[in-house]
């Protein structure tokens, strides 16, 4: 094709002469040199930002924000009828949020079926339809809420229907002096969306086998329930088997219902606390998390000081942790995930209410219905007054605690709680005081994450003993006082950090329990040695059956892309010293590996851990010389599946939150959301699951990893999901090589200059120019596409089922006979 040609195409789009943009544009069409310059289709260039009227499938962005695409129509203005104008809905309205105030000045039309954007003085709007989107501007001055993170209810996506399976499988061998056991364990939950509801079952099971004994076998499924969100009361529904969640009374199991204000809901800078579990492993250790005998967590972790986060925060109450040693040996102690101080927005109510069985685990009922209830009120900027009562037959418990926000020095509440209790052996009448604090100290660089004290009278008893003790007629323990600290500290001059954590338990009736952990780290500099890290760690639990104490230091020196590290710990049976290794191979799989020497031998430890697509995967494996190895591994994912597709993937929280992405049958294609990066499989799905719910999340395309032979025309999407929803979104991608070709008619010369030619999927892939000579793009062997002017497909070519070389031409013939959908 002439060059000259190509660039008189390009230079017609900008030939427009001096008109108001409600005007049509006119082309002259003389400057161009075209052996047919009456053969010209120009039509979809006549008015300046021109939409032919329908409805058009477009992703909304509301200033910043991106909201789902929704079919937006375009019609007639009543004014204007030669002319085109996005209809914004009374629906799509709603999710402005716009104040009191802005509502009661907004003008209609089209039957009040389309909003006036000029009666939100300064709003702007801008279609960009090869994005497939619609822009709207709307001053800050018209909008209820401003926060760069988190979205007003409007905009929350209830996500779409589908079933999910997430997993977390941990297997070991172990062999010594001769005798070999092997495990192999899982917790799982399964579930299903169904509109706003959730339905979930959770589960863990366990296979043990030693040598000369019988192989065990155990499979539980813990609770089967069903929540959604009320969003108009910013609450959680609750149906079936749960815990009981409260922030005055203790955790227990029943079968029911629960209604409670979700903190999730509320912006991020005022949500409350999730729990952490903190500790030190001697060895490569397996770590189980449980309350009341169900399994909530398990991992496996290197020798050193190891800190959990990632704990569900609706989790409340005592945690067991267990923490398995390599040589055989067992940590045991308890944590306690103590809330901050219960304080409440001025003017606004926090509630939970719950009604009832307990549950014996085994979904059999185990006691009589009872029924709960809890408030927080905010009275006023600085004081909240909360309570709340819970009671079934012969038990009853009332609460009434004042919160107060002292500003500069802190938070803090207090509260009382009674409880009464009829039992075989008489009624027992008791009170239980608690004071708790938090304070951020910015000046000081240090935080009291949270610091509680707890009274009970030797008659106090919380639900679960009171229901032990019916049972067995017989309470096992008396709590008496607990003391729970947990503090961080940043020297930043210093380069020098320190945590802090303790907790004491004592009791009327049996031995106290200690616990506690204090952490000191420091990066500097030595010579030409540069950010050596060195850290410190000593630990105490004191319980009636077990005491341990002990140390832990660890000095790394960075080396090339990777690190030397040297460790040594000891605890009341050991010391061990050891040097290792540890290095990323890339940015998803890294590797580490040791050997040392203890009072019982030498060692050898490696361990490697993969994020892949579809699954996170470890490998662990240790070796003591004549004295026992072993080898142990975790696969953790999930498979979700939706009517628009399955993906497998890498999973978060189970049985939450998740966003699929589609990008039209494109394997291979990049998505980065907040972890690592992940890839579209083969159907071209791909599932995030580190989505947080209520946050307003990203999903991306990398480009930068993106393959030659794909094109992105929208590569950035965001959602804000709910509590366990199965977000969806589509991302335009075109995936072909690119050929130039020229496109000729049965009954005549070509189509017209400026005709469109869009694949099946509608995505346009090239605009005819003279002589019929287009340059196509992302076109696949054997494809069938449609030309299209005025204003319809006109015609089909078909392309070679063997595409020619790079560079070279394609002669295509537009047939007239063949529809595009028999041909797909």
């Known amino acids: 094709m002439n060059l000259y040609r190509v660039l008189a195409g390009a230079i017609l789009l900008l030939q427009v002469c001096s008109t108001p ?14 052996e047919d310059s009456q053969h010209i289709d120009l039509s979809v260039f006549s008015k300046a930002g021109f939409v032919m009227p329908g409805i058009y499938s477009l992703a909304v962005h509301i200033n910043k924000h991106e909201l789902s695409e929704q079919p937006i129509l375009f019609t007639a203005p009543d004014n ?40 939100l003085e300064g709003t702007q709007m801008r279609i960009d339809l090869g994005a497939s989107a619609l822009y709207l501007n709307i001053p800050q001055a018209w909008l209820e809420y401003n926060s760069p993170d988190w979205d007003p209810p409007s905009r929350w996506d209830e996500g779409v229907n589908g079933l999910l399976l997430d997993y977390d499988l941990n297997g070991q061998s172990n062999s010594s002096q001769g005798k070999r056991s092997d495990s192999l364990g899982v917790i799982g939950t399964v579930g299903a969306n169904l509109g706003a509801w959730r339905l979930r079952a959770d589960m863990q099971g366990q296979t043990e086998r030693s040598r000369g004994q019988a192989t065990q076998h155990s499979l539980t499924w813990n609770r089967y329930y069903a929540y959604r969100a009320i969003a108009p009361l910013r609450s959680r529904l609750t149906v079936g088997e749960d815990y009981l969640s409260s922030n005055l009374f203790d955790s227990f199991l029943y079968a029911g219902v629960n209604l409670a204000s979700d903190d999730n809901m509320l912006p991020p800078n005022l949500r409350g606390y999730a729990p952490e579990v903190t500790g030190v492993a001697t060895s490569n250790a397996r770590v189980t998390v449980s309350q009341q005998g169900r399994l909530l967590y398990e991992t496996q972790v290197a020798a050193g000081p190891f800190r959990i986060q990632d704990i569900n925060n609706a989790i409340n109450g005592k945690l067991d942790v267990r923490v398995e040693e390599l040589d055989g040996s067992v940590q045991e102690y308890q944590m306690d995930t103590a809330n901050i101080p219960y304080l409440t927005r001025p003017g606004t109510v926090r509630y939970k209410l719950t009604a009832g069985r307990p549950s014996d685990g085994e979904h059999n009922i185990d006691g009589p219905l009872f029924a709960s209830g809890e408030f927080s009120w905010g009275v006023s900027n600085g004081w909240s007054l909360y309570g709340g009562g819970l009671g079934t037959q012969d038990y009853n418990a009332a609460a009434l605690g004042a919160g107060r926000d002292l500003t500069i020095l802190g938070a803090l509440s207090v509260d009382v709680t009674q409880s009464r209790a009829v039992l075989p052996q008489g009624s027992l009448t008791g009170k239980s005081y608690r004071v708790s604090y938090s304070k951020r100290f910015d000046d000081y660089d240090s935080q009291v994450t949270f610091a509680g004290y707890r009274f009970s009278e030797e008659n106090f008893m919380n639900m679960s003993e009171f229901l032990q003790a019916r049972d067995q007629q017989h309470r096992q323990n008396k709590a008496k006082e607990m003391y729970t600290a947990t503090v961080n500290k940043q020297f930043r001059q210093q380069g020098v950090s320190i945590y802090m954590n303790y907790s004491r338990q004592t009791y009327w009736n049996r031995p106290a329990s200690d616990r506690y952990s204090i952490s000191l780290s420091r990066y500097f500099d030595a010579g030409r040695f540069k950010n050596l890290s060195l850290s410190l760690t000593a630990y105490s639990n004191k319980s009636e059956r077990n005491a341990d104490q002990g140390g832990y230091l660890s000095l790394s020196l960075p080396w090339g892309s990777g690190s030397y590290n040297y460790n040594t710990s000891v605890n009341s049976t050991n010391t061990t010293h050891s040097a290792g290794y540890y290095d990323r191979l890339n940015d998803k799989t890294y ?32 070796y003591l010389p004549g004295e026992s190895s072993a080898i142990g591994g975790s696969v953790q994912g999930g498979a979700t599946l939706t009517a628009h597709g399955g993906a497998l993937h890498r999973s978060n929280i189970a049985g939450g939150t998740r966003l699929m992405v589609d990008t039209g049958g494109v394997g291979g294609v990049p998505i980065r959301g907040s972890g690592p990066l992940t890839r579209t499989n083969y159907f071209g799905k791909a599932v995030i699951a580190d989505i947080n719910p209520y946050y307003r999340d990203q999903a991306s395309i990398d480009l930068d990893s993106l393959g030659d032979d794909v094109e992105a025309t929208r590569s950035v999407t965001q959602a804000t999901l709910t509590e366990g929803a199965i977000g969806y979104r ?21 189509p017209p200059f400026g005709a469109t030619v869009h694949n099946r999927r509608g995505q346009e892939t090239g605009i005819v120019s003279d002589k019929g ?15 299209r002017w005025d204003g319809k497909d006109q015609c089909n070519v078909t392309l070679p089922k063997k595409m020619p070389e790079d560079g070279a031409e394609l002669d295509l013939l537009c047939r007239e006979d063949r529809p595009l959908d028999d041909a797909a």
């Open 80 to 119: 204007s009828p030669q002319d085109s104008v996005a209809c914004i809905s009374p629906a799509l309205v709603e999710q402005f949020e716009l104040k009191s105030s802005a509502k009661g000045q907004l003008r209609w039309w089209h039957d009040n079926q389309c909003l006036d954007i000029s009666s």
């Open 730 to 750: 589509k991302f335009d991608v075109i995936s072909g090589t690119k050929a130039m070709a020229f496109i000729t008619l049965p009954h005549g010369p070509t």
């Open 21 to 34: 943009a409600a005007q049509d544009i006119q082309f002259n069409s003389d400057i161009l040199d075209l």
């Open 591 to 622: 590797y580490q590996v040791s050997g040392g020497t203890s009072r019982t031998g030498q060692s050898l430890n490696a361990n490697m851990s993969h994020e892949a697509d579809n699954a996170r995967f470890n490998a662990n494996a240790s």
């Open 773 to 787: 000579g287009v340059y196509l793009s992302g076109i696949k062997a054997d494809e069938v596409m449609s030309v």
